[in-house]
């Protein structure tokens, strides 16, 4: 069979249940195609080459027991960690193995997968084009077909905003839904875990193995699921349709409205009125939490020091020392704080009038590898649709859903709080509804 990794997740779980190939073959096929295009995309910075299972890509920031894990920096560039992350064994349970650690941002900070100390993941869909970021290496080997799915995660967009820029499934799951045992932190009170498939039904599968409450991250729960068929309200928020947002981008997203519509859901305004100021609070809090989180690579126990860190670590833990410092406290976390509850308070309102709110994941399509690198307001707000999903703590999916100057264009779904189930759910039927998830890269 040469069209083996061409598979979705679903596909390839039945199709080794007919013994239409084994999992060593499984294995082998993949591994022939990390061997012929990682080399060109960057993809992967460890390869397992005695990976057994279903062979999943796991975005280097999340541990995995004596596979080195580098979290895109020098400073762990020789870490092997002695233990898995939750999501880890959970997928060992699955049957599910690492065929490799994927390339990222350095720690989880950037928004184009160029922040990496082991150079940027290339776009499969034009290699002189970023990824997005921070889950580069993820996304680039799902749309590369370099693995069945991928882990990455989420603080701010990580997993949404490059699956959008090359056209993949990304779930951001509620925050608490999934482990962060194991995962490098970030920001730990938006950090997030979640899947990045070939398909909305394998985005569920995976979010099925990985979720559940764990003794080690007391932040997780439980979420019960509400199962709602039929007619869905679909928000539609006008802050996500306004300035900043490329033309084109935004005829691709209406026209996914449009198509929902078709489907039998009814379109209603929704407002979100502090959304201008998401942006803003999440530059606060993000930096803040940063500087606390970083100071244990402190070169004692972990690398060489701090002075191997990367300019946006660096940027990052400069500005949440300062937001922290005496004096400025009140002036800037004390009030960005106050803004997330204000986010959270926007979205439960919207949500009464509706079961999921729809949008565009990225203001535009993927941009040249290097137009932004110095200009880091110009990168911040490649985030600006992303973040509210992470100030709220709500689910959210970007599912593929057409194409701008040759280039994926992903829509976002977001849903109430551990309703995973609807966003899915809408996900799927738009899906089912069009062919552009089936649309690959060109190699």
Request: net charge neutral; proline share 5%; with cysteine.
């Amino acid at each position: 069979m040469n069209n083996i990794t061409n598979l979705t997740l679903t596909e390839t779980i039945k199709a080794l249940e007919n013994k239409d190939f084994s999992e060593q073959e499984l294995n082998e096929a993949y591994l022939e195609r990390i061997t012929k295009f990682n080399p060109k995309l960057n993809a992967y910075l460890t390869i397992n080459k005695n990976s057994c299972g279903i062979p999943a890509a796991i975005k280097d920031i999340i541990c995995t027991q004596n596979i080195k894990t580098t979290a895109g920096s020098k400073i762990l560039s020789n870490f092997l960690p002695p233990y898995n992350a939750t999501v880890i064994n959970n997928l060992l349970k699955q049957g599910v193995g690492t065929i490799g650690k994927t390339n990222c941002d350095e720690f989880a900070m950037g928004s184009s997968g160029e922040n990496s100390a082991f150079g940027p993941t290339k776009n499969p869909w034009d290699q002189t084009k970023v990824t997005g970021g921070t889950s580069s290496g993820s996304v680039t080997a799902v749309a590369s077909d370099m693995c069945v799915f991928a882990l990455g995660s989420d603080t701010g967009g990580s997993i949404r905003q490059p699956a959008s820029l090359c056209g993949v499934v990304g779930l951001k799951p509620s925050y608490g839904r999934v482990s962060r045992y194991g995962l490098i932190p970030a920001v730990s009170s938006f950090d997030t875990i979640g899947p990045i498939t070939k398909s909305v039904a394998d985005a569920r599968l995976v979010l099925e193995w990985i979720e559940g409450i764990d003794n080690y991250d007391s932040n997780c729960i439980n979420g019960k699921r509400r199962v709602e068929n039929g007619k869905w309200k679909i928000g539609v928020p006008k802050e996500y349709f306004g300035e900043g947002l490329d033309p084109q981008v935004k005829k691709v997203i209406e026209a996914a409205i449009k198509k929902l519509e078709e489907l039998g859901a009814e379109i209603v305004e929704v407002r979100l009125p502090h959304s201008n100021y998401a942006l803003a609070a999440y530059y606060i809090i993000n930096p803040s939490e940063i500087s606390s989180n970083m100071a244990r690579f402190d070169g004692i126990r972990f690398g060489s020091g701090r002075k191997d860190f990367g300019e946006e670590v660096k940027r990052r833990i400069m500005l949440g020392a300062f937001a922290l410092s005496s004096g400025y406290y009140e002036d800037y976390y004390a009030k960005a704080a106050k803004v997330r509850t204000l986010i959270k308070q926007d979205f439960e309102r919207a949500f009464t009038k509706c079961d999921v709110i729809v949008g565009p994941v990225s203001p535009t399509v993927a941009w040249n590898l290097g137009e932004k690198v110095d200009d880091p307001l110009k990168m911040y707000l490649a985030d600006i649709y992303t973040i509210s999903a992470n100030l709220a703590g709500i689910p959210a999916l970007s599912v593929p859903c057409g194409f701008s100057e040759g280039l994926p264009v992903g829509l976002q779904i977001l849903g109430k709080y551990m309703d995973e189930e609807t966003i899915l759910n809408v996900g799927e039927a738009y899906e089912q509804a069009t062919e552009w998830h089936k649309e690959k890269p060109k190699l």
